[in-house]
T-cell receptor, first 115, second 114 residues
Framework: AQTVTQSQPEMSVQEAETVTLSCTYDTSESNYYLFWYKQPPSRQMILVIRQEAYKQQNATENRFSVNFQKAAKSFSLKISDSQLGDTAMYFC????????????FGKGTSLLVTP | ETGVTQSPTHLIKTRGQQVTLRCSSQ?????VSWYQQALGQGPQFIFQYYREEENGRGNFPPRFSGLQFPNYSSELNVNALELDDSALYLCASSKGTGPSYEQYFGPGTRLTVT
């Protein structure tokens, strides 16, 4: 079974600072994508960033970047210059090709950005 | 472009009843996936529909069933509701079912079973 583990239930960061959210995964897929999703208090899940496993270069999207360590099966999210609007639940997810590439989510990390 | 919509927003049902949740996919999307998100947990995959056919199923009992219509909107039906079915139900649509297709989520339906 594929598993995604987020070991930090809650984190806090001050505005303008940098924070890193951790994620480890286990998969038997040969090619796969990994994702970070954001779920603000209003509930709608939004894709933050994704990484294709065979690409060695770490993905970046503006203030969001990942540190993808394939051998260690680690996929952390770094948020630079944190903003109040970054306050949300963050979910790490992998895909399962046996289920139409449905998403396997971790339990999430609640991030609070303080002034 | 209209995003993914879900109805109703909230509903309350009694144990043993049946419920139908609805999802309208984003324009141009032919795949809908349903997820159950219990309080404080990550979403769990229920099943996926691709071009009106079930294309994958998670570890949920048969009383969870679904349907996809020719316009690619979808329904999730749950029979014989149990207290543990109380959760946020999310649907997500995508342009296809391969690994590169991004899933776009709706706002969810909050189901409370009493």
């Amino acid at each position: 079974a594929q598993t995604v583990t987020q070991s930090q239930p809650e984190m806090s960061v001050q505005e303008a600072e940098t924070v890193t959210l951790s994620c480890t995964y286990d998969t038997s897929e040969s090619n796969y994508y990994l994702f970070w999703y954001k779920q603000p208090p209003s509930r709608q899940m939004i894709l933050v960033i994704r990484q294709e496993a065979y690409k060695q270069q770490n993905a970046t999207e503006n203030r969001f970047s990942v540190n993808f360590q394939k051998a260690a099966k680690s996929f952390s999210l770094k948020i630079s210059d944190s903003q109040l609007g970054d306050t949300a639940m963050y979910f790490c997810a992998s895909q399962n090709s046996n289920s139409g590439y449905a998403l396997n989510f971790g339990k999430g990390t609640s991030l609070l950005v303080t002034p | 472009e209209t995003g993914v919509t879900q109805s109703p927003t909230h509903l309350i049902k009694t144990r043993g009843q049946q419920v139908t949740l609805r999802c309208s996919s984003q324009s141009g999307h032919n795949t809908v996936s349903w997820y159950q998100q219990a309080l404080g947990q990550g979403p769990q995959f229920i099943f996926q529909y691709y071009r009106e056919e079930e294309n994958g199923r998670g570890n949920f009992p048969p009383r969870f069933s679904g349907l996809q219509f020719p316009n690619y909107s979808s329904e999730l039906n749950v029979n014989a509701l149990e207290l543990d079915d109380s959760a946020l139900y999310l649907c997500a649509s995508s342009k296809g079912t391969g690994p590169s297709y991004e899933q776009y989520f709706g706002p969810g339906t909050r189901l409370t079973v009493t």
